[in-house]
């Protein structure tokens, strides 16, 4: 089986693997597109729901509303993991995309704090809550799909571009961000230019439903199913017999989370916002972070398949530990655009070293029945708690130090924590099969 397997990894993809990695990771790249624009209009969408008269607790509130949105994916993991399990994978990710995409189009259409008052927040809060469940239920399907279409020899390479394809999500926001903003005239823009990019949720949803009912059931839980090896109760089942590889992913995902949220989402405001650049400029550098983190991943998976998962991600939370403050100084002080180019890129490199690790790893600690559901448990907790609340952690720290490096703090203590569970409590899993 080994043999086969290897054999097979040499060779061209099928058409069949290759359909499929390409319907995933556009779902997933569509999904994330619309997740992601709340992060990077965050300054805007803080004046437009908020009436607190101090910019920074405006922007503190909407970031509240932002890991609103983060607690629900522990919820949306749950429900979702659980169908995922007993019915299969294809069907979740036709729903998850579905649902953000309807939610998001909301957010383009509400009415403002001076319209309507508290309601206004109270709206935007609901939509959050059913972004995060949408989120919650995608993730660890996706995951689950592209690494159950893989051999153990290219399996980090293909759950690659689920952390791909939300880069090209995430940069789809942050770009159209970015051109609205050099567009528009500041008084354009906060009227109503940011609503534009949440509008197109409703095409976004239309396109999901019709690319993901194309898609087949991974080979492996149709495998899985046709062996009767299904259980009722998935989770159950997870903290029965699967305690330890649920502490383990969730410690892992601490230190990822809570890199990723600050790197990737929360880095527009922070330039924009503490070093006081234009928001134009906030989201044409943050474009350029998620360019090179989106070109590394692949290579990153790649990495993971040459060398195994755990050298990959002690290597992205020691680089963290030791590089996230000279970092973040260089940022907060430079003033050459070539050094905070520089800088991002180290940033970038380190976190899709972390991911390209992480991705894989999670898939491979749990078997096929009850896949979607233990990730859930893991990753979707740790990000309600730590990742959904760096932006606002980052801001509050900023707030009550008065350093702009305070980010930093969060971002190297959950490193540390992550590299801790490593160090104790991970086995490789290079080449493995699925069970």
């Keep these: 089986m080994i043999a086969s397997s ?21 779902g997933n790249a569509l999904e994330w597109f619309d997740y992601g624009l709340y992060g990077y209009f965050a300054s805007i969408i803080s004046s437009q729901f908020f009436s607190s008269q101090d910019p920074v607790t405006a922007l503190m509130l909407a970031f509240i509303v932002f890991g ?33 995409g309807v939610s998001t189009f909301i957010v383009g259409i509400l009415p403002t704090y001076a319209q309507v008052g508290v309601l206004a927040p109270i709206l935007l809060a609901v939509c959050r809550l059913l972004q995060g469940i949408s989120t919650g239920g995608e993730w660890g399907s996706c995951m ?28 789809l926001g942050s770009g ?36 993901r009912r194309k898609i087949d059931e991974t080979p492996v839980f149709k495998g899985c ?18 305690k330890r590889e649920t502490i383990l992913s969730f410690g892992i995902v601490i230190g990822w989370t809570i890199s990723y949220w600050i790197i990737m989402a929360y880095m527009p405001t922070y330039i924009s916002k503490v070093l006081k650049f234009p928001l134009s400029v906030g989201l044409s550098f943050n474009t350029f972070l998620i360019i090179i983190f989106m070109i590394a991943i692949p290579f990153t998976g790649m990495l993971a398949d040459k060398v195994g998962r755990k050298p ?55 078997p096929t029945n009850i896949r979607c559901s233990a990730i859930a448990v893991g990753y979707n907790i740790a990000v309600a708690c730590f990742g959904g609340t760096a932006p606002f952690v980052s ?30 409590l991970a086995e490789e899993t290079h080449n493995k099969e699925l069970a």
Excluded at 184 to 208: C, K, T, V
Excluded at 410 to 415: C, D, H, N, R, T
């Design 68 to 100: 609103v949105g983060f607690v629900m994916r522990p919820v949306g993991g749950l429900i979702f993991g659980h169908y995922a399990d007993r019915v299969g994978r294809r069907n979740v990710l036709t729903w998850t995309v579905m649902l953000m």
């Design 312 to 366: 990959v991600m002690m290597g992205a939370a020691l680089g963290l530990i030791v590089l996230g403050y000279p970092v973040f100084y260089l940022l907060s002080t430079t003033e050459s655009s070539v050094m905070f180019l520089a800088g991002l890129v180290v940033l970038a490199v380190l976190e899709a070293m972390i991911c390209g690790g992480a991705t894989v790893y999670m898939t491979e600690i749990f």
């Design 144 to 171: 689950s799909f592209l690494a159950e279409y893989a051999t153990p020899y290219n399996r980090g390479f293909i759950v690659s571009w689920s952390q791909f394809s939300i880069a090209v999500g995430l940069l």
């Design 225 to 242: 199913e046709d062996a009767q090896a299904l259980v009722q109760t998935p989770l159950k089942t997870v903290f029965k017999h699967y």
């Design 176 to 211: 159209s961000g970015a051109i609205l903003s050099s567009l528009l005239s500041p008084e354009d823009m906060n009227a109503w230019g940011w609503r534009l990019p949440f509008l197109s949720g409703i095409l976004i949803a239309a396109y999901g439903l019709y690319i």
């Design 395 to 424: 801001t509050w720290l900023i707030s009550v130090t008065g350093s702009n490096l305070a980010p930093t703090y969060y971002l190297i203590a959950g490193a540390m924590v992550t590299l801790l569970v490593l160090v104790l």
């Design 6 to 26: 290897k054999l097979n990894s040499s060779v061209p993809a099928s058409p069949r693997m290759f359909k499929a990695v390409l319907a995933g990771s556009i």
